[in-house]
C-alpha cells in the first residue's frame, strides 16, 4: 500500500528565504507527483505535475524535483512571500485508474 | 469554464439523515473522484469514477454511493448520516488519454463542509 510522508508537519520562516518542502513515497512505482496547495477553507489548487519519467518541473518561483527510485520528491520555493503562507500536500498517482495518495501536508507561514 | 462546482458550501445533519452532495464539471473530463479530508488526516478517497456509467470504491467507501449517469455530473449520497462522516467533502475530476495508464492534473471543487449532529 503506497504512503505518502510529509515532514514536517509546519514550517514558520521569514520573508524571503529560499526554502525547500519535502515529499517521500513508499511505492516507487507511481505514474506521477503532484504538488497542490491549500488556503484555510479552500479546496486545493495544483501547483505541479511531474510525470514519471521526468526530473523536475518549474512554475515560476516553483521548482519540484523527483526521484522515483528513492521515493523522493521537493517543492523549492525562492524568495518566500507572505503570500505563499498555505498548507502544500504532495500527491502521487499508483496503479491503475489512477488513485492519488496524499501526505497530510506542511503548513506554510511566511512572516513579513 | 467554470470548473468543478460543488453544492452545498456547508451543511449541518442530524444522525440518521440523508442528503446528496453535488459535483459538476464542464471541462468534459472523464475521470471524477470524491475525497474527504478530516483535520490532520490528509485526503482519502471515497469513489472514482472513469466515465459516464462506471464507478468504483475508494478507500473509505462505506456510508457512501455514488452515481455516473453524464460526463458532467458525479453526486454523491449519504444514507443514515453518522457523526464520523463530519468532514469536508472535495470533489475532483481529471482527463486521461489512456484509462489505468495515469491522468493529468487533477482539478478540485471548492469542498463543501458538512456536519453531523
Known amino acids: 500500500k503506497q504512503e505518502v510522508t510529509q515532514i514536517p508537519a509546519a514550517l514558520s520562516v521569514p520573508e524571503g528565504e529560499n526554502l525547500v518542502l519535502n515529499c517521500s513515497f513508499t511505492?516507487?512505482?507511481?505514474?506521477?507527483l503532484q504538488w497542490f496547495r491549500q488556503d484555510p477553507g479552500k479546496g486545493l489548487t495544483s501547483l505541479l505535475l511531474?510525470?514519471?519519467?521526468?526530473r523536475e518541473q518549474t512554475s515560476g518561483r516553483l521548482n519540484a524535483s523527483l526521484d522515483k527510485s528513492s521515493g523522493r520528491s521537493t517543492l523549492y520555493i525562492a524568495a518566500s512571500q507572505p503570500g505563499d503562507s498555505a498548507t502544500y500536500l504532495c500527491a502521487v498517482l499508483t496503479g491503475a485508474n489512477s488513485k492519488l495518495t496524499f501526505g497530510k501536508g506542511i503548513t506554510l507561514s511566511v512572516r513579513p | 469554464n467554470a470548473g468543478v462546482t460543488q453544492t452545498p458550501k456547508f451543511r449541518i445533519l442530524k444522525i440518521g439523515q440523508s442528503m446528496t452532495l453535488q459535483c459538476a464539471q464542464d471541462?468534459?473530463?472523464?475521470?471524477m473522484y470524491w475525497y474527504r479530508q478530516d483535520p490532520g488526516m490528509g485526503l482519502k478517497l471515497i469513489y472514482y469514477?472513469?466515465?459516464?456509467?462506471?464507478?468504483d470504491k475508494g478507500e473509505v467507501p462505506n456510508g457512501y454511493n455514488v452515481s455516473r449517469s453524464t460526463t458532467e455530473d458525479f453526486p454523491l449520497r449519504l444514507e443514515l448520516a453518522a457523526p464520523s462522516q463530519t468532514s469536508v467533502y472535495f470533489c475532483?475530476?481529471?482527463?486521461?488519454?489512456?484509462?489505468?495508464?495515469?491522468?493529468?492534473?487533477?482539478?478540485f471543487g471548492p469542498g463543501t463542509r458538512l456536519t453531523v449532529l
Open positions: 469514477s472513469v466515465g459516464a456509467g462506471i464507478t
Open positions: 475532483a475530476s481529471s482527463y486521461s488519454r489512456d484509462r489505468g495508464l495515469g491522468t493529468d492534473t487533477q482539478y
Open positions: 511531474i510525470q514519471s519519467s521526468q
Open positions: 511505492d516507487s512505482a507511481i505514474y506521477n
Open positions: 471541462m468534459n473530463h472523464n475521470y
